[in-house]
């Protein structure tokens, strides 16, 4: 029977997991794997799985109940292994960096922040900064014919938006990194040129929220930040 992992713990976790299932229709029972370091809550694997909004509130739900009662390392979901055995395995292969993310999570929920801003603003700034994207965007008005001087302003337009979209997502990532442990880097949206995960300690999550929400006024309303959390600290596994 293939095994189910939904997290990762260290062998002295509490697991007060009464009344909380698995993932699986019917439900599946949950159960622990253990090394003399490590513990790793399971189940059977169900045929089929997909991420049905109920197995993914079943998985993150098993995650919630751990991380109160301690450090705990959240596995992706749908994460199947062969069997317990190569489960046991990979706790004893893997002991070391294991034993280490715990420590570093532990304490700790993962915030993810999202910024995006007004392209209209930013085309604004670009244009009133840059000389050179003035006298091509003049050109071709002047000559709608001048096709090299188009694909010349796109380019330098692309480029100074992605320049100052990496110079601002940097600042904003420096400003607020002293207020949370560490660091991650998402893949940025279509939509938002900022997408990054910051692992805060418990007792410090109402002082990062609050410089989130200065740096967003600093910024003015031309820039939107989304911030999302306490979240399992899945960046940081």
Same mark, same amino acid.
Request: negative net charge.
């Given at each position: 029977?293939?095994?189910?992992?939904?997290?990762?713990?260290?062998?002295?976790?509490?697991?007060?997991?009464?009344?909380?299932?698995?993932?699986?229709?019917?439900?599946?029972?949950?159960?622990?794997?253990?090394?003399?370091?490590?513990?790793?809550?399971?189940?059977?694997?169900?045929?089929?799985?997909?991420?049905?909004?109920?197995?993914?509130?079943?998985?993150?739900?098993?995650?919630?109940?751990?991380?109160?009662?301690?450090?705990?390392?959240?596995?992706?979901?749908?994460?199947?292994?062969?069997?317990?055995?190569?489960?046991?395995?990979?706790?004893?292969?893997?002991?070391?960096?294991?034993?280490?993310?715990?420590?570093?999570?532990?304490?700790?929920?993962?915030?993810?922040?999202? &910024?995006? @801003? =007004?392209?209209?603003?930013?085309?604004? #700034?670009? +244009?009133?900064?840059? *000389?050179?994207? $003035?006298?091509?965007?003049?050109?071709?008005?002047?000559?709608?014919?001048?096709?090299?001087?188009?694909?010349?302003?796109?380019?330098?337009?692309?480029?100074?938006?992605?320049?100052?979209?990496?110079?601002?997502?940097?600042?904003?990532?420096?400003?607020?990194?002293?207020?949370?442990?560490?660091?991650?880097?998402?893949?940025?949206?279509?939509?938002?040129?900022?997408?990054?995960?910051?692992? &805060?300690? @418990? =007792?410090?999550?109402?002082?990062?929220? #609050?410089? +989130?929400?200065?740096? *967003?006024?600093? $910024?003015?309303?031309?820039?939107?930040?989304?911030?999302?959390?306490?979240?399992?600290?899945?960046?940081?596994?």
């Amino acid at each position: 029977m293939a095994t189910y992992l939904y997290a990762i713990t260290g062998a002295d976790h509490p697991l007060q997991l009464s009344g909380v299932t698995g993932v699986g229709d019917p439900a599946a029972r949950l159960r622990t794997v253990k090394t003399k370091a490590l513990c790793a809550v399971v189940s059977d694997a169900p045929d089929g799985l997909r991420a049905k909004r109920r197995d993914v509130a079943a998985h993150q739900s098993v995650q919630e109940r751990l991380l109160a009662d301690g450090a705990a390392l959240p596995m992706r979901f749908g994460l199947i292994g062969p069997d317990d055995a190569q489960v046991v395995s990979a706790l004893e292969e893997h002991r070391e960096t294991y034993t280490r993310r715990l420590e570093e999570i532990d304490g700790c929920r993962e915030y993810h922040l999202k &910024v995006a @801003r =007004d392209e209209d603003d930013l085309l604004r #700034e670009i +244009v009133q900064e840059s *000389a050179e994207v $003035r006298r091509l965007n003049e050109r071709t008005r002047q000559n709608p014919e001048a096709y090299d001087d188009k694909v010349a302003l796109g380019e330098l337009i692309s480029q100074e938006v992605q320049a100052r979209q990496d110079r601002v997502g940097s600042d904003i990532v420096a400003r607020l990194a002293p207020s949370a442990v560490r660091t991650a880097d998402v893949e940025p949206t279509k939509s938002h040129f900022l997408s990054v995960s910051f692992l &805060v300690e @418990r =007792d410090k999550a109402a002082a990062f929220s #609050e410089a +989130v929400h200065a740096e *967003a006024g600093q $910024r003015g309303d031309t820039y939107t930040f989304s911030l999302h959390g306490p979240l399992p600290p899945y960046s940081f596994v």
